[in-house]
């Protein structure tokens, strides 16, 4: 099982090349940073490659989804924009070796029905899959929640469901965020139980707070367990916002299985 590191989230106070040796010197074997272009592709392979790391997954450019941008990926009328941002993560994600493309959805724009926008959403998912599956690359979806990220459209694991089904293009893999899922009053427990399968990548930060594994309320513990009984085979990493440097000690690191250099 790879675990991954976020390189924004919780390394963010170090100058960027030191991220990937902090990670891997942590244990970390992984990282995610959804949105690597400002660094031309061949760059970034080699920070991932001299710290043998892999890159969790990257995502399509996407709208300025923090902002309120209406999504390329359920706007009728930004079909253009949409059709760019899968082919410069065709040509990103190959040279940096990451098989997992993760589609956002972003805010529904005003003049656009709910039905609409769902509708889109999974016509455009199942374009990309079908795009990506042809360059051996697949498909992730994540349920952001709307109260942190206003407007989100597909923010809850039931409706990210609801897409699967009418996408049906079995190669589409979900990322369980379990803080998102608790903003949500989702138990991301039952939700593996029922739906392993689908699940590709779990992230992990507490609730409420967003902060380090143990600040808050969820049991990450019995989380663990959970895992262990499902056998889950896919990644696992930390998002969280810090409250204190993880140079001074990783969160999870015995659940997690780090091996420190």
């Not at 390189?7 to 010197?25: H, I, K, N, T």
């Not at 049991?219 to 696992?236: C, H, K």
């Amino acid at each position: 099982m790879h675990t991954s590191i976020h390189l924004s989230y919780v390394l963010g106070a170090l100058p960027f090349e030191e991220r990937f040796v902090a990670a891997r010197q942590l244990g970390f074997s992984a990282v995610e940073y959804p949105f690597p272009y400002e660094m031309p592709a061949s760059e970034y392979a080699r920070l991932l490659s001299d710290n043998g790391l892999r890159q969790i997954s990257i995502g399509a450019p996407a709208c300025d989804y923090k902002g309120g941008e209406p999504g390329f990926s359920l706007t009728p009328s930004k079909k253009s924009e949409f059709d760019r941002s899968i082919d410069t993560v065709i040509e990103y994600a190959k040279i940096i070796e990451c098989s997992q493309v993760h589609v956002f959805a972003g805010p529904k724009a005003a003049d656009v029905s709910e039905a609409v926008a769902f509708d889109t959403y999974c016509d455009r998912v199942a374009q990309a899959h079908d795009r990506l599956q042809a360059e051996g690359l697949t498909v992730v979806i994540e349920a952001v929640n709307a109260r942190d990220f206003k407007g989100y459209f597909i923010d809850h694991l039931g409706l990210v469901l609801r897409a699967i089904a009418q996408i049906n293009r079995p190669a589409v893999k979900i990322i369980l965020d379990v803080y998102h899922a608790h903003v949500n009053g989702e138990d991301p427990i039952d939700f593996l139980a029922k739906h392993a399968d689908k699940v590709a990548h779990i992230q992990l930060a507490d609730y409420p707070g967003r902060h380090e594994p143990g600040t808050a309320m969820i049991d990450f513990p019995l989380l663990f367990r959970a895992l262990r009984q499902l056998d889950y085979t896919g990644s696992i990493g930390l998002e969280y916002v810090p409250t204190r440097s993880i140079l001074d000690g990783v969160p999870l690191a015995r659940e997690l299985d780090l091996n420190p250099h």
